[in-house]
């Protein structure tokens, strides 16, 4: 299972790249985990989540093929 990872704005200066894949990843919280595990420096940042271009505010299973979307803060932190 292959989900993939789009980071916008600051987060894609952060992370260095705009797009990411994830193996084996089976819950939204679980990807989370998995990128503030490699890039610590995000957890300072209130972003929003979109799965298959949907913004979510709670935990979701993840299904091969998802995309997933990190949209950095419009303003400040």
Known sequence: M???????????QITM??????????????????????????AHYDFRISLNNVIINDN???NDGDEVTLMSPYSGR
């Not at 790249?17 to 994830?22: C, M, P, Q, S």
């Open 2 to 12: 292959v989900v993939k990872v789009l980071f916008s704005g600051v987060l894609a």
């Open 17 to 42: 790249t705009d797009i990411k894949y994830y193996q084996s990843t089976r819950s939204i919280s679980e990807l989370r985990f998995r990128i503030l595990d490699e890039f610590p420096e995000l």
């Open 60 to 62: 979701r299973n993840l």
